[in-house]
Nanobody, 115 residues
Framework: QVQLVESGGGLVQAGGSLRLSCAASRSIFSINAMGWYRQAPGKQRELVAVITNGGTTNYADFVKGRFTISRDNAKKTVYLQMNSLKPEDTAVYYC?????????WGQGTQVTVSS
């Protein structure tokens, strides 16, 4: 089965931290870039961070210095460490994996930051 399984979302106070994980199923192969997007209510989905299979990272300006993306190729998993969270980070976070057969989205995980 081809799927991505996300975990790690939840409710946290402003200034707190969360770590998101996104694991690709065994049937997914030749993974290239892996990334995280988010969508807040009433807003378009936007890129948060992306990491290539070579380890090059790129971040949206609004998370630079606060979020860190990483990946474990052996586990086919991408992580997003989120520190110094702000209420405006509240959104559903989706992982995206580009692999041999195209792009695949995760189901999304809710992150809520209270003030």
């Amino acid at each position: 089965q081809v799927q991505l399984v996300e975990s790690g979302g939840g409710l946290v106070q402003a200034g707190g931290s969360l770590r998101l994980s996104c694991a690709a199923s065994r049937s997914i192969f030749s993974i290239n870039a892996m990334g995280w997007y988010r969508q807040a209510p009433g807003k378009q989905r936007e890129l948060v961070a992306v990491i290539t299979n070579g380890g090059t990272t790129n971040y949206a300006d609004f998370v630079k210095g606060r979020f860190t993306i990483s990946r474990d190729n052996a586990k086919k998993t991408v992580y997003l460490q989120m520190n110094s969270l702000k209420p405006e980070d509240t959104a559903v976070y989706y992982c995206l994996v580009n692999w041999a057969r195209g792009d695949l989205w995760g189901q999304g995980t809710q992150v809520t930051v209270s003030s």
